[in-house]
């Protein structure tokens, strides 16, 4: 799930990344274009109560972010609520998030 909220003060727009923690992963890292696709730059924290990995990131307003999760270092996840997909160079899409 991606929540989004315009900050005024600086016209950027705050997103609320969540990956659903019923997928048994010991970490969660939030890989993007964002951070230069860092594999581990992005470490998502497990909020249990919820059962969901969640991080939230303040982003330029009016572009559009490629991404994807990484789960324990080995297996990528993209987000089934994000705004589009994008085909990479792997033969699988890319998510992305429009700020």
Do not use: C
Request: no cysteine; aromatic share 12%.
């Amino acid at each position: 799930m991606i929540k989004k909220e315009i900050v005024p003060s600086t016209n950027k727009t705050l997103i609320t990344f969540e990956y659903a923690a019923a997928v048994r992963a010991k970490t969660v890292h939030l890989v993007g274009d964002f951070n230069d696709w860092s594999e581990t730059d992005t470490p998502m924290t497990l909020d249990k109560r919820r059962g969901l990995w969640t991080h939230q990131l303040e982003l330029e307003r009016g572009r559009d972010y490629q991404f994807r999760y990484l789960v324990d270092g080995t297996t990528w996840h993209n987000d089934w609520h994000a705004d589009d997909y994008i085909p990479n160079v792997y033969d699988s899409d890319n998510s992305v998030v429009s700020a």
